[in-house]
């Protein structure tokens, strides 16, 4: 049987506009494991490998007419939107060689023997290695900053992790044109160009996480995708960790007193954050709770004036489209849901946005209500009207793991009067990244950020953004009263490569 062809396609038409290649079999899969696996030990060197790094960000920028040309027809997000992505990405690849070249991230900790501790010390040096090849499986929704030079692909490589990519169906040209970007930089650093690996189709992306070559895996996508893979990682005879974002509600929280204070200006702040991008980032606000009030009422009402603003967008394929159709259809009809401007389809190939409203109380027991406790991917969201406090906490101990949860607090709240202290201590255990009168969407590239949170948001406690994200494909060695001349350079006491380390109990930098 002849391998099935991968069609570039137009979201904008739904048609197909040229073939890139065909669907891996598993016996090209294989290949491109071993090749990856065979050239793992050419990013030892860690100057190297940051120099490749960067070397990668400049190709990227040298390209991005192109790239934002091919992203652009495959994605329909727009020039602006993918040029903002793709300088994210290469500052990505940038803040990671430095990160390379600093060392920290190896976790050096050295402790000389003491004979006098109970029990006895023995001598131990303890750093990270890397643990091999890393599949990564690109998501739709950002062709860059998550797919085949995005966050999980730059993090593995600083690792020192080949990877070979699962290419997303929706953008299959631009992975192909993305690759080869990377694939030229690593040559020029005297990488083989098998360091990076790139398969298409469903089936090869099944293959992969079952090759036993594959030592762990990043994944961005639906709960239902996810699960699987999770799963399938898990069920192999070696299981393997699996760091997967699977959905995110992202709910968020207005006070009475915040929507007293501005309920204008919040309102036109969560329209602008849940259809920006067409609504399809995974820190969409999707429910949001205000107060069933005069103030309340006056949010409501920006938001309608702001939304019924927005223009029909085009989603990233016709099956994302017709799920929204759909999905927005059946919340719609539930009992005491109302649509103050109702999303749906646009037109043949777009949709519009709009929002749902409902009282909390249908939300605070389990029921056919439930519906609206799940992610709907596009520029829809969820508002839940609340008469008091106690049905704020019933709706929000019902919510599943998310990426980010919100406040929106007046003045006074912030500086720590009324309600605010009692609001974090409610979502700080449901989600990563907790916001005080602010927006989710736009997850900065920053050492101290965390892009993850409890199930189903991820699979795993690790972010997938910011520097922590190598620690994901490192694991911990510890050589006991090994002799300095077979010790690794990292764990020398002259500490010829100048790293940080925690030395005989001392912090030294």
């Known amino acids: 049987m002849a391998a099935a062809p991968v069609w570039s396609v137009d979201p904008r038409t739904g048609k197909q506009r040229e073939q890139v290649a065909v669907e891996a079999t598993p016996a090209e899969v294989d290949t491109a494991v071993r090749a990856a696996y065979a050239a793992r030990d050419t990013l030892a060197d860690r100057t190297v490998r940051a120099a490749f790094l960067r070397t990668a960000a400049d190709r990227l920028e040298a390209a991005r007419a192109a790239l934002v040309e091919a992203a652009d027809a495959e994605t329909a997000l727009g020039p602006v939107r993918l040029t903002g992505e793709l300088a994210r990405t290469c500052h990505q690849l940038r803040a990671f060689a430095g990160i390379v070249d600093e060392g920290a991230f190896l976790d050096v900790v050295i402790d000389h023997p003491d004979a006098t501790a109970t029990p006895p010390v023995p001598d131990l040096r303890r750093h990270k290695v890397p643990l091999g090849v890393v ?154 709770l205000v107060p069933t009030s005069t103030s309340g009422d006056r949010l409501i009402g920006s938001l309608m004036d702001a939304v019924s603003k927005v223009e029909a967008g085009v989603l990233l394929d016709h099956r994302m489209r017709d799920n929204f159709v759909a999905g927005v259809a059946e919340r719609a009809k539930l009992d005491d849901v109302e649509s103050p401007v109702t999303p749906g389809a646009g037109g043949e190939h777009t949709v519009g946005a709009g929002f749902l409203t409902v009282p909390a109380a249908r939300l605070s027991t389990a029921g056919d209500h439930d519906l609206l406790l799940e992610e709907c991917f596009g520029p829809v969201t969820v508002v839940a009207r609340y008469t008091d406090d106690s049905e704020v906490k019933a709706v929000l101990s019902r919510l599943p793991g998310n990426l980010t949860a919100t406040v929106q607090l007046s003045g006074a709240e912030a500086a720590g009067e009324g309600l605010g202290a009692s609001i974090l201590a409610e979502l700080t255990p449901l989600a990563g990244r907790v916001l005080v009168n602010g927006w989710p969407t736009g997850v900065a590239v920053a050492s101290a950020q965390h892009h993850g949170g409890p199930y189903p948001a991820t699979t795993s406690t690790s972010t997938s953004v910011g520097g922590t994200a190598i620690e994901r494909w490192l694991r911990p060695v510890v050589y006991q009263n090994a002799p300095a001349a077979l010790l690794p350079a990292e764990l020398r006491d002259d500490n010829p490569l100048g790293l940080p380390r925690r030395f005989n109990g001392t912090l030294e930098r």
């Open 135 to 288: 599949a990564v499986y690109s998501a739709s929704n950002f062709p860059f900053a998550f797919s085949v030079p995005g966050g999980d692909t730059a993090s593995a490589l600083a690792a020192g992790c080949p990877v070979v990519v699962k290419a997303h169906p929706d953008h299959p040209a631009l992975s192909e044109l993305v690759a080869k970007v990377l694939r030229t930089a690593a040559a020029e650093h005297g990488i083989p160009e098998d360091v990076l690996g790139l398969v298409h189709g469903f089936a090869a992306g099944v293959e992969l996480i079952k090759h036993p070559l594959v030592a762990a895996a990043g994944f961005t996508g639906s709960v239902r995708g996810g699960r699987a893979l999770f799963d399938a990682a898990a069920a192999r005879p070696v299981p393997i960790p699996f760091h997967g974002e699977l959905g995110s509600l992202n709910p968020v929280v207005v006070t009475e007193a915040a929507a007293a204070e501005r309920a204008e200006e919040i309102g036109e702040g969560l329209a602008g954050s849940m259809t920006l991008g067409v609504g399809q980032f995974c820190v969409k606000p999707g429910l949001v």
